[in-house]
Nanobody, 116 residues
Protein backbone atom coordinates (compact mmCIF):
# COMPACT_ATOMS: atom_id res chain seq x y z
CA UNK A 1 0.00 0.00 0.00
CA UNK A 2 1.39 3.35 -1.05
CA UNK A 3 1.60 6.03 1.64
CA UNK A 4 2.83 9.60 1.41
CA UNK A 5 3.37 11.40 4.71
CA UNK A 6 3.98 15.13 4.63
CA UNK A 7 5.49 17.25 7.35
CA UNK A 8 6.99 20.69 7.91
CA UNK A 9 4.02 23.00 7.53
CA UNK A 10 3.19 25.73 10.00
CA UNK A 11 2.81 29.44 10.63
CA UNK A 12 5.55 31.76 9.43
CA UNK A 13 5.92 35.51 9.00
CA UNK A 14 6.22 37.07 5.56
CA UNK A 15 9.78 36.77 4.32
CA UNK A 16 10.36 33.62 6.34
CA UNK A 17 11.15 30.07 5.30
CA UNK A 18 9.73 26.60 5.69
CA UNK A 19 10.84 23.20 4.48
CA UNK A 20 8.24 20.60 3.61
CA UNK A 21 9.04 16.88 3.48
CA UNK A 22 7.12 14.01 1.93
CA UNK A 23 8.13 10.47 2.90
CA UNK A 24 6.97 7.76 0.51
CA UNK A 25 6.48 4.08 1.23
CA UNK A 26 5.13 1.15 -0.73
CA UNK A 27 6.37 2.51 -4.05
CA UNK A 28 9.50 2.34 -6.21
CA UNK A 29 10.31 5.93 -5.36
CA UNK A 30 13.47 6.26 -7.44
CA UNK A 31 11.44 5.50 -10.55
CA UNK A 32 8.56 7.81 -9.67
CA UNK A 33 8.03 11.43 -10.57
CA UNK A 34 7.20 13.71 -7.64
CA UNK A 35 5.55 17.08 -7.30
CA UNK A 36 4.05 19.55 -4.87
CA UNK A 37 0.63 21.13 -5.27
CA UNK A 38 -1.21 23.64 -3.14
CA UNK A 39 -4.80 24.64 -2.61
CA UNK A 40 -5.85 27.92 -1.06
CA UNK A 41 -9.39 28.42 0.32
CA UNK A 42 -11.87 28.92 -2.50
CA UNK A 43 -9.29 28.16 -5.18
CA UNK A 44 -8.40 25.19 -7.32
CA UNK A 45 -5.46 22.99 -6.54
CA UNK A 46 -2.41 24.17 -8.46
CA UNK A 47 0.97 22.73 -9.32
CA UNK A 48 3.80 24.42 -7.43
CA UNK A 49 6.88 22.40 -8.33
CA UNK A 50 7.84 19.06 -9.82
CA UNK A 51 10.95 16.95 -10.03
CA UNK A 52 11.68 14.14 -12.44
CA UNK A 53 13.21 10.77 -11.61
CA UNK A 54 16.49 12.19 -12.84
CA UNK A 55 16.26 15.18 -10.52
CA UNK A 56 15.27 17.87 -13.02
CA UNK A 57 13.07 20.48 -11.30
CA UNK A 58 10.37 22.73 -12.68
CA UNK A 59 8.37 25.50 -11.01
CA UNK A 60 5.24 27.55 -11.32
CA UNK A 61 5.98 31.16 -12.21
CA UNK A 62 4.61 32.34 -8.88
CA UNK A 63 7.33 30.54 -6.90
CA UNK A 64 10.34 30.65 -9.23
CA UNK A 65 13.39 31.94 -7.47
CA UNK A 66 11.84 31.39 -4.02
CA UNK A 67 11.06 27.67 -3.81
CA UNK A 68 13.39 24.73 -4.38
CA UNK A 69 12.24 21.15 -4.93
CA UNK A 70 14.64 18.27 -4.32
CA UNK A 71 14.57 14.54 -3.70
CA UNK A 72 16.55 11.91 -1.83
CA UNK A 73 15.87 8.56 -3.40
CA UNK A 74 17.71 6.66 -0.67
CA UNK A 75 15.40 8.23 1.93
CA UNK A 76 12.34 8.01 -0.37
CA UNK A 77 11.67 11.65 0.37
CA UNK A 78 10.85 14.72 -1.69
CA UNK A 79 11.40 18.18 -0.23
CA UNK A 80 10.11 21.66 -0.89
CA UNK A 81 12.27 24.46 0.48
CA UNK A 82 10.20 27.63 0.58
CA UNK A 83 11.98 30.95 1.07
CA UNK A 84 10.83 34.57 0.99
CA UNK A 85 7.33 33.41 1.79
CA UNK A 86 4.42 35.70 1.01
CA UNK A 87 0.87 35.80 2.39
CA UNK A 88 -0.37 34.56 -0.97
CA UNK A 89 1.60 31.34 -0.43
CA UNK A 90 -0.87 30.42 2.32
CA UNK A 91 -2.49 27.11 1.36
CA UNK A 92 -2.64 23.42 2.08
CA UNK A 93 0.35 21.84 0.37
CA UNK A 94 0.06 18.33 -1.07
CA UNK A 95 2.71 15.90 -2.16
CA UNK A 96 2.02 13.91 -5.32
CA UNK A 97 3.90 10.91 -6.63
CA UNK A 98 3.32 9.18 -9.94
CA UNK A 99 4.48 5.56 -10.06
CA UNK A 100 6.37 4.15 -13.04
CA UNK A 101 3.10 2.39 -13.92
CA UNK A 102 1.20 5.67 -14.18
CA UNK A 103 -0.70 5.53 -10.90
CA UNK A 104 -1.11 8.81 -9.02
CA UNK A 105 -0.84 9.10 -5.23
CA UNK A 106 -1.49 12.00 -2.87
CA UNK A 107 -0.42 12.88 0.63
CA UNK A 108 -2.84 14.12 3.27
CA UNK A 109 -1.72 17.74 2.97
CA UNK A 110 0.05 20.10 5.32
CA UNK A 111 -1.08 23.63 6.15
CA UNK A 112 1.22 26.54 5.42
CA UNK A 113 0.13 29.94 6.77
CA UNK A 114 2.11 33.09 6.04
CA UNK A 115 0.98 35.92 8.26
CA UNK A 116 2.34 38.60 10.54
Amino acid sequence: QVQLVESGGGLVQPGGSLRLSCLASGIIFSHSGASWYRQAPGKQRELVAAITTGGTPSYADAVKGRFTVSRDNAEKTVYLQMDILKPEDTAVYYCNVMSPFGSNYWGQGTQVTVSS
